[in-house]
């Protein structure tokens, strides 16, 4: 068994555990990171951008969001169900880590909203080359691993973290497995940082602790090694658990939209059209399609969490001639040309997920929407699109536009879907991990996905970055927290 020493142990090289690794290493302390896959990122490489408030970026474009109004709206968003002062401590740093991240070379092209009625808080990251879009934040990933480099943190690739080493109440070292070499490895240290990313590559525990059935009615991305490890390496080391949740958007498509096909169905499949459940009902106002935390959330308490969207011929001609009702910033497609033709491939290749029907009643068949509710939905709706007047959910009349009269009739079958999973491990505000007893166990720290429970129970969407957020700051703020604590030695 090889072995080593070092002041602070990072378990999981992903976006909380690079920045936890550079900020304590900043501050002359000897860090190893010791990470499953074999490059650094985690889900740190899929995203686009982070939350701040206050930044210069912000400043210079007359964004006057303050810290003390962003930190009012997260109290408020999750009913004050969070460690309020592990929140104020998060986004009072935030603009200074932008500072920090572009110190060490990372670029930003611009600070958006991502949802409507949401602030202007989400930083993008770009790759040097000015590319902004689906993992543009990997080279945020690039810069902290150079930066780990030049600091001298050791880093272990392909290596597991199987076991936390205790002596009394104190944490000492880990032991890792390296899956390169089949070596075993020891590293001893005064503190242990756990950044291992959730558990949204673990259908189990997603089944266990949230109740949703993965494939079936969650259709999260599973981003490999996420399988809770840290979080169950804490729990063996005494921590209490926290609350454990999907962090909620949602999808239509099995491949989570990682296709062009897939992403154009995704698309049209969250137009604000009539949306009903299996008993052939509305359930809510559609025109809420673009918020995917309510709309999850509301798919997620129907009948088996499946709806379907539902559009006719006209409707269908028209997204493929003269444009979409929805444009969405991070898919910005206006048309869809061939929306029949890849709804056909589908249908050929055997997926259950969209349907074209001559009749309702077919459609009926096809879905198991129950045909009676479903006729008398149509009505209902159809007679809305007339008048420009929805009694049952006020829809604006901008939305009922879209009748379902001509066949054929077109579906998109609507499942909940997520990024990953939030929570596990119960910390204060220093980042500490806490016994269930709420006492700190010396020198073990947990950050980003393992740590985050700041949101009550749905992804504070009005904030947009604010996972990525979390996960550096929180990063950062272990990192240093981690360092004072090996100092006090
Ligand atoms: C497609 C997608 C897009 C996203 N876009 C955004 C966005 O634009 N903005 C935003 O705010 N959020 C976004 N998110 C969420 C955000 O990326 C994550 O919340 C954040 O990166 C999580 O950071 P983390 O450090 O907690 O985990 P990760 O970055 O996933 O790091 C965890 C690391 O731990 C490693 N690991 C696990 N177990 C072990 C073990 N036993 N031993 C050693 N290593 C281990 C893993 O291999 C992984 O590298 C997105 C998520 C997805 C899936």
């Known amino acids: 068994m090889a072995e080593i020493s070092s002041d602070i142990v990072v378990v999981g090289g992903g976006t909380s555990g690079m920045a936890a690794a550079v900020a304590a290493a900043e501050k002359g302390t000897s860090v190893t990171v010791v990470e499953k896959a074999a490059t650094t990122g985690g889900t740190g490489n899929m995203g686009i951008g982070l939350f701040a408030v206050e930044s210069k970026m912000q400043k210079e474009r007359n964004i006057n969001l303050t810290r003390g109004e962003a930190f009012r709206i997260l109290m408020t968003y999750n009913h004050w169900k969070a460690d309020a002062r592990l929140a104020k401590k998060y986004i009072d740093k935030s603009a200074s880590t932008i500072d920090w991240l572009q110190g060490m070379g990372v670029k930003f092209a611009n600070v958006i909203s991502t949802d409507p009625g949401a602030y202007m808080t989400d930083h993008e990251i770009s790759s040097p080359e000015g590319y902004v879009g689906p993992q543009s934040s990997a080279n945020m990933i690039k810069c902290l691993t150079v930066k780990a480099r030049d600091l001298g943190v050791k880093m272990f690739l392909r290596t597991t973290v199987k076991s936390i080493l205790k002596s009394q109440n104190q944490v000492i070292g880990v032991l890792a497995y390296n899956n390169n070499t089949e070596e075993e490895l020891r590293v001893n240290s005064k503190a242990l940082i756990i950044s291992t990313g959730g558990f949204g590559d673990n259908p189990e525990w997603i089944k266990k602790y949230t109740g949703f059935n993965w494939g079936r009615d969650m259709l999260s991305f599973r981003i490999p090694g996420c399988t809770g490890d840290g979080i169950r390496l804490a729990w063996e080391a005494g921590a209490g658990a926290s609350e454990m949740i999907m962090h909620m958007i949602y999808v239509c498509t099995e491949g989570l939209g990682e296709t062009t096909q897939e992403v154009d169905l995704t698309i049209a499949s969250r137009q604000p059209n009539l949306v009903v459940n299996l008993l052939g009902e509305r359930f809510f106002n559609e025109e809420m399609m673009d918020n995917n935390t309510f709309t999850g959330n509301a798919i997620a308490v129907q009948k088996d969490r499946t709806v379907f969207n539902i559009i006719d011929k006209a409707t ?174």
């Not at 001559?358 to 939905?377: H, K, M, P, R």
């Not at 077109?410 to 491990?425: C, M, N, V």
């Open 316 to 489: 269908k001609d028209h997204y493929e001639q003269e444009g979409l009702d929805l444009v969405y910033g991070v898919m910005p497609k206006t048309k869809i040309e061939s929306l029949e033709a890849i709804m056909k491939k589908m249908i050929n290749q055997g997926k259950d997920i969209v349907y074209i029907a001559d009749s309702l009643e077919q459609l009926a068949e096809q879905t198991d929407i129950d045909y009676e509710g479903l006729v008398n939905t149509v009505e209902e709706y159809n007679k809305a699109c007339e008048t420009g007047c929805d009694e049952i959910f006020e829809k604006s009349p901008k939305y009922l536009c879209r009748p379902v009269i001509q066949p054929p009739f077109y579906a998109f079958k609507l499942r909940p879907g997520a990024y990953g999973t939030l929570g596990g491990i119960k910390v204060n505000h220093k980042l500490e991990v806490l016994t269930k007893n709420y006492e700190v166990i010396p020198g073990l720290y947990a950050t980003g996905t393992d740590a985050n429970n700041l949101y009550g129970d749905s992804y504070c969407f009005i904030l947009p970055g604010h996972t990525m957020g979390f996960a550096v700051n929180s990063g950062r703020m272990a990192g240093e927290n981690a360092s004072e604590f090996v100092n006090r030695f």
